[in-house]
């Protein structure tokens, strides 16, 4: 505490003295809680970007599993087609044979 500031302090009796004691006690706990408020805001913001990349991994895993699953849809739909054509020209061979039998 600097002298200019104590004997400004001298001037102000017992009650001035409890009110600049308390003043500096209040302004050093919302310091310190704003300190507080800032950490715990940087803590939050941390592991929001944390939660943030592991969603983005479960995306990017979820996407990969969808292009797999469409692709091997396409695959049965086209065999399931060519299958149903080939039924087809066999159904059609057999009725054509029937027909040049009878």
Known sequence: MDQQFAQWLSTLGVGGVLAAVFFYQNNKNSQDYAAQLQKASENYSNQLR????????????????????????????????????RLDVENADR????????
């Open 50 to 85: 944390s939660l943030l990349e592991i969603e983005r991994g479960r995306t990017d895993m979820l996407m990969s599993v969808i292009r797999e699953v469409t692709s091997v849809i396409a695959r049965n739909t086209a065999s399931t087609e060519a299958f149903h054509r």
């Open 95 to 102: 009725t054509d044979r029937g027909h040049h039998h009878g």
